[in-house]
Every structure is written in structure tokens, then in C-alpha cells.
């Protein structure tokens, strides 16, 4: 089958039309029509060889909405004409601890979507069907793709960090990944206050479910804290004040990073001491989480908030993704394509 | 009572006697004749006054063990002629939510033994009974000092970060901390890897025993891991090359901090996120955490290993603690004082 797809030609490149032809699904895979693919700043990372493992044409999109056309002779958990999703991990070992312990997500053999190997800027997608979930009849096609990376990861990152509900839960960022992460803990029962450098956030973030948002200026500290968290959620690729928001986890509180900056953690030590605070980093979710994921989102109604853009606006949605206008997340539209 | 002290009358001094007179005991207080009390290196922090917060006269010590004299009115877990020890601990509000959850070493207003007030380098000990702890008839008397700081310190530590049985546990450090942390880790079902600078301490870890002791040239990163660990415990007062030791934990590893230096923590955020491991601080332990450490102490023969000195030897005694020259714990004897 031919896919008309968009690729980065060479580093850091606008996106143009590709064609490639894709084989019959074998065994476990699965091909997919694509309806929707959000764009996420991994998909700009890639593109841009930020990580240096890319390679070109650079095919990206791993946020994949669509409805699986063909599947291979091993695969029983979907059929001709499922909605299925598609997020940043397309493989696993599936036999070490890690996988099997449901922790794909940590496995060493782990292989992103988009390196190599084409991802969902496509209209069609020839993946393991493993790595494929059903998504709900209860969530709209259009915001389900960033579920698939950006709300996994912070759902992952709440749960690695023992969100509960009745608890405190700080978010920092209301961006593509904060305002999924305040949803999720307030829909979930917690209460949540929200960190934002933007007045504009800090208001948006109420409708969003938070109780309290504070307002931080670029380069500062966070004022001192008058309700103590337990959870931290830091969703911002940025080198904060880290010994600032310690001071606002209570007791054995968690700071946990789902964004981060290139930079090493720089942060003092005896506030994680003398509180017995702990700090996690969490990687996306394994496959028993995405489920749950997808399934909480289902039925407390969390939907990522997205601008979408027909696919041939490619160009344009991910200029907005560069610049950080977008409120909060690009989701292309691939049904005309 | 007139009470036989040993004193550092200003910062940094050799220890002089000195002599004070304390009450009768009031209410939930007991007095205490000393027969032994430990050294630790926050005795010499506050002799030195390197926190800022000492009052001279300095009457350190807070790894007293002794026999209860006198008691006040409202104590009824204690009786006179009990063996109690006292640790760094003296008091706290025991009315807010750390206290109420039993984490008293948490508590906002928890009061260290020694600042201010007289400490256990005298012949008698005048304190809050609600922190004096029922030594356990199994532990012998002269290494159980320890086991009220250092002990419950690295007890703490592996708790807080989750230590069971059958776990890989690695020890940063084989002193006055670490040769306890693999007694408690090894005794209590887990398989211990030690990391030292000594060779001489490698082959002794065994002893402690440890399974693995890898020597780790100062100011060298350990070498690549070929075992992943759950939990690796820091004793050290030392910025190690803690990217290189992160790649030691396995999935969902934890770090534990008990021994730290001033310096702020640097350290890489991916090794965190990738493989879903944890950083945290501990500060000794609650006093239901105290009880079961002695109980454990106890039960499975973990004994500190120390050099015991008449408590007039103790200006020699804090010299070896200051020159890293005792194994593993220094303890004055104040039988004859």
C-alpha cells in the first residue's frame, strides 16, 4: 500500500510530502488508517536531531488516532475497523522483568515510534499491534492522540508518585502536559494548585479543575508556601528553584519530573532530609497503565484541549508547537488526506 | 543532683569537667545515670558550632545509654532501674500530623538532645522520658549507644525507601553509619553490595556481611553495574559522582540519603527518568521506628562495632572520631565517672 505522509527531508527541515509503500501487517502488526496525529516537542526534538538519533527522512508523530484497516495472524485483541491509538513506545522486549512486571515503559530494548521507522504525520501506519490501544467509544477522535504521550506521561508520573485522592497535588506548567496533569488529579478527587509563569494560565487553570493557581515570574523563586503539597508534578523543561518547591511538599512528599530541562538537577539536600521528601523521574506508562489511563479519561471525562490543523497545515501547527502559542495542544487532521 | 560533665566552654575546645545541678524530674521527665554514651560526628558539629546553632557551655553526646533514677509523675512506660537509651532526638509537639503518624523526626518543632541544653558526656542525664527508649535485655549495654543515631538512622533510611527481603541493596560508605546499614540490610533477608574507598573495609564488609564490597578510588565514579540494585543507601558526607552510582539501581530503585555534605546535589535527570528511580533524604526516625529498630537490633544480633573509652580518655576518643581513625563507633564508658 502507498502512505502519503509528511517528512523532514534533513535536520531541523520543513515538513514535505513522502510517499512510501508499506507491506501487509505480518503476525502481530496491524495497519492503521489515520484520522488524527497531535504533535508533540518530542516530534520537534526528532526532526531537529536534538537527541542525535535521528534519521532522515524523519517521518514523526506519535500521538496516532486512527481505525485499524488489516491485522497480521497473531493478533486477537483487535479487529478490522477498531479505533485504536498509537503513542511514543511501539515496542518492547516483552521478556524481561521490567515487561514483565507491566513496565514496558522501562524495558531497555524500548523503541520510540518515530526512531526509526515512520510514525503517524500519515495517512497510514504499519505498527505492532501490541503497542496499539482501543480507545473508548466515550472519547472524541480529535483530543484522544496527545492522551496516547503527553497524558500518559503525567498520568504515569501522578501515579509513580503515589497520587491517591484526598491529596494536595501541585502541578508546574500549564501547558500540553500541565493541563492534562490537572485534570487528572482533580477529576481523580485530589486538590490541585497550579504554578504558572502566565496571569492568563493561572485563570484558565480554575476551569481546568484547579483550587489555587499561583503566579511565578520567569527567573524567580515561588513565594513561600501556605498549604503544603504532597505531590509535585513538574511538567516544564526548565531549571527552576528547586529548593524553592521543595519547601511546598509536606512530609514524605514527591517531587516528580515528567518535563525536564538538558541541564543536570541542581538542589539542596537537607530539605529532602529533614522532611523525608523524595524526588522520582517517570518515563510515559506501560501498557496495563495506558489502558487505565484511557479508561479514567473515558469515564471521568478528561480531554486534552486541542487546536487542529488539516494535515496539509503541517508546517503551520508545528511553527505554533515551536513557538509555544499553542493552547495546548496541535492535533493534525488526517481524514482528508 | 550535681552532675559530672564533660564540656567544650567554646567553639572548638578541648573538653573540660564541669559540674551543673539539674532538678528533680517533673512530670514526664526522667533522670538517667549515664553508663555509656556514644560519639558521633554531630557531636563534633556542635562542639564546632559548624551549624550555628550551639550554646556554650557545649555538653554533647546523644547516644546515652543508662539507668533510669528518678521519675516524674506522668511517666508510666518507665520504671526506676530500667536500661533506657536517648539519641538525637529530645522532643517534639506531638500533636501535629508528623507527630500523630508517628513520625516525630518530622516534626517542625523537633528539639535535638544537645541544642540546647547538657547531653550525654556526664555522669547523669536529666530528659523527656517520651524519648527514652527500652533497651532490650539482649543488646549488651556498650554498643547500644550507636544504635540510638547512627542505627536508627540508617535503619530509617532503608525503610523510607522501602526495604523488604530479598532485595539487591547496595551501601555507599563502611563507617560509623554503613557498617550498621549492612548488618540491618544483610541480617534482614537482602543481598548487600558495598561501595568503599578502603580495601581493608571491602574484605571487612563481608564480615558485616555484605555478598559484594567494590572498591571505589576517591574521587573515582564506581564502575558500570553488573548487578542493578533496589536501594543504595548514601552514608557518606561526600559529592560522589552520583549519575555513575544512579546507573547501579534497577527499575524503581531508590537512592536513600542519610550522609551528606553542605555541597547542593548535582546530578543527571535522565538516569531518574528513564529507568523510574527515586531520590530521598532521611533524618533519623520516628519513635515507633526506634522501638522496632531495638527490637530488630535485638532479635537478629545487630550490634554496632565500637572502641570503648573511659570517659576521661574523651578529648582522645573525639580526636580518632575527628580523624575517621575509629572502627566503627567511638563510646565513653562512664561507669567509674
Known sequence: MQVQAKAAKEVGAKLESYSFEIESPQEFQCSIAVEYCGICHSDLHIIDNDWGMSQYPVIAGHEVIGIVKEIGSQVNHLKIGDRVGVGWQKSACLQCSDCLKGNENLCNQNQPLIVPGPGGFANHLLTDSRFAFPIPQGIDPKVAGPLLCGGITVYGGLRAAGMSSGQEIGVIGIGGLGH?????????????TVFTTSEDKAEFAHQLGADRAIVVSKGEAPPKPDRLLNILLSTVPASLDWGAYLEHLDSDGTLSFVGVSDAPLNLPIFPLI?????????????????????????????????????SDNINEAIDKVRSNSIRYRAVLDFNQS
Request: glycine letters at 10%; zero cysteines; charged letters at 25%.
Open 180 to 192: 492534562m496533569a490537572v485534570q487528572f488529579a482533580s477529576k481523580l478527587g485530589n486538590r490541585v
Open 274 to 310: 529533614m522532611k523525608r521528601r523524595r524526588i522520582l523521574g517517570s518515563p510515559i506508562g506501560g501498557r496495563g497503565m495506558m489502558i487505565e489511563m484511557l479508561s479514567i479519561a473515558d469515564r471521568f471525562k478528561i480531554e486534552p484541549i486541542v487546536e487542529v490543523f488539516p
